[in-house]
């Protein structure tokens, strides 16, 4: 099927610093979403974006996060600065459409902040 | 607030012996239902993705929604080695795009 990918597959980084995980999405999907999800727990929302815009987002998607997607290049998830709670698998999506399509899953990236 | 639930937690499995995953939801209000699996340090793989009451057959995978008792089921017939992984069930409104996850089934198929 359809592939996304997303890089890098691990990343580790200080508290406090500065991260940008990237997702390059399917060529020609339109929405594009982040997942969070914590060791043992359930995959959860962060976020949707369409258009240049974000769509609807979680409380999970706090103030220190931000995407964006510059000139159809890769989708990005910012988060500045970052928390020990930000530890978590992110998984990007991408869907031809709105609710209705497919959302095609990259293998996502783990992310350690000691 | 929509809350999605799977059970069992784990399943275990003869090889070619059916498997049945259950999966409730809280919002009567919910259009598009999806399953998907994760084998170990991958992403999702979409099995079969349903939108009314009745079944859904995609190769060895069937769902089966039941809105009124907010239930949908997946089936998975003659599972192998291989199907063993991470069942999750997906539920979102034609309103909105977001999924709403379950916490999963982790399947093992013994040969």
């Known amino acids: 099927g359809p592939k996304v990918l997303q890089i890098p597959s691990h990343q580790i980084i200080d508290m406090g610093q500065m991260v940008t995980l990237n997702c390059d999405p399917v060529?020609?999907?339109?929405?594009f979403y982040w997942y969070k999800q914590i060791l043992g727990q359930q995959m959860e929302f962060l976020v949707n974006?369409?258009?240049?815009?974000?769509?609807?987002k979680s409380k999970l998607f706090k103030d220190q996060f931000s995407v964006e997607r510059p000139d159809g290049s890769y989708f990005t998830l910012k988060i500045q600065p970052t928390a020990l709670e930000d530890s978590a698998v992110y998984f990007c999506?991408?869907?031809?459409?709105?609710?209705?399509?497919?959302?095609?899953f990259g293998p996502g990236t783990r992310l350690t902040v000691l | 607030q929509q809350k999605v639930q799977q059970s069992p937690e784990s399943l275990t499995v003869s090889e070619g012996a059916m498997a049945s995953l259950n999966c409730t939801f809280s919002d009567r209000s919910s259009d598009n239902f999806r399953w998907y699996r994760q084998h170990s340090g991958k992403g999702l793989e979409v099995l079969v993705s349903i939108f009314s009451d009745g079944e859904k057959e995609e190769g060895s995978f069937t769902a089966h929604l039941n809105r009124a008792s907010l239930h949908v089921f997946l089936h998975i017939r003659e599972p192998q080695p291989s199907d063993s992984a991470l069942y999750l069930c997906?539920?979102?409104?034609?309103?909105?795009?977001?999924?709403?996850f379950g916490g999963g089934t982790r399947l093992t198929v013994r040969p």
């Open positions: 997906a539920v979102s409104h034609n309103a909105g795009a977001k999924l709403t």
């Open positions: 974006f369409y258009n240049g815009k974000v769509m609807e």
């Open positions: 060529s020609n999907h339109l929405y």
């Open positions: 999506a991408s869907s031809l459409g709105g609710s209705s399509y497919e959302q095609y």
